[in-house]
């Protein structure tokens, strides 16, 4: 076998891990979401599901990656036996679905940089008719897929490496500086207590269940696409270090972007329960209230680093099927990365349309129980990440666990970290894999499909 490209060191591989983490699921996806689930009910449920569950999992993920040293597709049948290849390929469809959208609202971000660089800082007044704009909104969408098209062409372990060195920490340094600026502003703190004031009350199933799918998606797990970046680990790194620090980093993002958000939010009277819309319909008027120059530098900045961390999390997504077609059918990186790109591109069109251009995919569907219609691409949104992914995560626990064997896990997570079978972290993981995730995954999973999908009322 020839061995596989790897990343150059430690600092690669972590760049892209939080690369691939921190992305739209921190900054545009988190905070609607944080809006619609009754602010601090939702972060405490989501912080509390990031560390409890998904740490462990996604130390779990890379460890199978870089165990059977092949995509995620391909990575159960080897440490297990053909039965579970199922459970990769979901993942690699549910990447697909997942890319399908996500390029859609990369568009956009890279249309309001264009728009804020023009000073157009009344866009986020005119949202709607934006996104129903098809010519525009279409046009963006193919910029961004073919820009990450080409860079998985490159292959994941070159290039981004350098750019995110620069990339992320830029975005962090923006952002901190407007979350100062977000609590200069007059009604600041009602964003603030809505944010973080602890209300229990709020917390509910359908609360618990979208922060669940929120910290799944915003941590990049359940589909395989940190086992396919487990893949090109060397076997010297610390697998627990390296997750650590991108979950670490993930949540510190999302938290800074409900941070700098609820107040902007609170401060121009916008309804927090908007939806998808809400970072788009918030953050020009911010950007107009500091003038004409500093607007547009920060407005375009703001908007352009956001493009650049969707582009490090739509690498990763993309790497899904392109490896997978890679290892399963032998085919030329550059044709599976062509074959990719066209299959997203293709699912992804009712999503195009499904924000005011198409009536029929807009109001796609109205889920039991439901007052307002569910479009097409929060439809997808809910199948894909809120319910497949903590459903991929329940399958790699079971994985882990009862196939290919906890003995076998710590033995790979020793390479890179002697003594981990004595620590703390040990015991950690191996109790969350076996007593807290698959029954809190497993009955989570099953009273929302139950609740949601079938109308049956439980709670
Ligand atoms: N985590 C990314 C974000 O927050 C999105 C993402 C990239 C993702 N790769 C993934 C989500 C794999 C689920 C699975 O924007």
Not at 73 to 87: D, I, N
Not at 135 to 155: D, K, N, P, W
Not at 178 to 189: G, I, K, R, S
Not at 258 to 279: A, H, K, R, T, Y
Request: overall charge positive; glycine content about 10%.
């Amino acid at each position: 076998m020839t061995s596989r490209i790897k990343f150059t060191n430690k600092f690669g591989f972590i760049a892209a891990a939080a690369g691939s983490a921190v992305g739209l699921g921190n900054v545009w996806k988190f905070p609607f979401e944080v809006g619609k689930g009754g602010g601090s009910a939702f972060l405490i449920m989501y912080i509390l599901f990031c560390f409890v569950l998904c740490f462990p999992i996604m130390v779990t993920e890379i460890a199978i990656g870089r165990r059977a040293q092949k995509s995620a597709a391909m990575a159960f049948t080897p440490l297990g036996h053909r039965g579970w290849s199922w459970v990769g390929a979901l993942g690699v469809f549910c990447g697909i679905l997942i890319l399908s959208f996500y390029n859609v609202v990369a568009g956009w971000v890279l249309g309001y940089f264009v728009e804020m660089l023009l000073g157009n800082f009344d866009i986020g007044q005119h949202f709607t008719e934006y996104v129903s704009d098809i010519a525009t909104v279409s046009g963006y969408t193919i910029a961004f897929l073919i820009t990450t098209s080409f860079i998985v062409l490159q292959g994941v372990t070159k290039g981004i490496e350098k750019a995110n060195k620069i990339m992320m920490p830029g975005l962090l340094a923006i952002m901190l500086f407007l979350v100062a600026y977000a609590l200069t502003l007059d009604d600041a703190m009602k964003g603030i207590a809505f944010y973080l004031v602890p209300d229990f009350s709020e917390i509910n199933i359908n609360v618990i269940y979208r922060a669940l799918g929120q910290s799944f998606f915003s941590l990049s797990l359940g589909l395989g696409a940190m086992m396919t970046y487990g893949s090109y680990l060397s076997r010297n790194e610390d697998i627990i270090f390296a997750s650590a620090l991108t979950t670490l980093t993930d949540t510190m993002v999302a938290f800074l972007a409900g941070l700098m958000i609820f107040p902007f939010v609170f401060s121009q009277g916008i309804p927090p329960e908007g939806g998808p819309g809400l970072v788009f319909m918030t953050m020009p008027g911010i950007f107009k209230s500091m003038g004409p120059t500093l607007g547009i530098m920060i407005g375009s900045l703001f908007f352009l680093l956001l493009s650049f961390a969707a582009l490090t999390s739509t690498i990763s997504l993309m790497e899904l099927p392109t490896a997978f077609m890679v290892d399963k059918y032998n085919i030329k990186r550059k044709n599976a990365v062509i074959y990719s790109t066209i299959l997203i591109f293709i699912v992804g069109i009712p999503s195009m349309l499904s924000n005011g251009y198409s009536g029929f995919f807009t109001r796609f569907i109205t889920y039991i129980g439901a007052d307002t219609p569910v479009s097409f691409m929060d439809f997808v949104t809910d199948i894909a990440s809120n319910t497949l992914l903590p459903f991929g995560g329940l399958m790699v626990c079971i994985f882990s666990i009862y196939v290919w064997k906890r003995r076998k896990l710590f033995r790979e997570l020793t390479h890179g970290n002697e003594n981990f079978t004595k620590t703390f972290i040990a015991r950690y993981i191996s109790f969350t894999l076996q007593y807290i995730a698959p029954p809190v995954l497993g009955a989570i999973f099953i009273i929302t499909v139950l609740e949601i999908f079938f109308g049956v009322n439980i709670f």
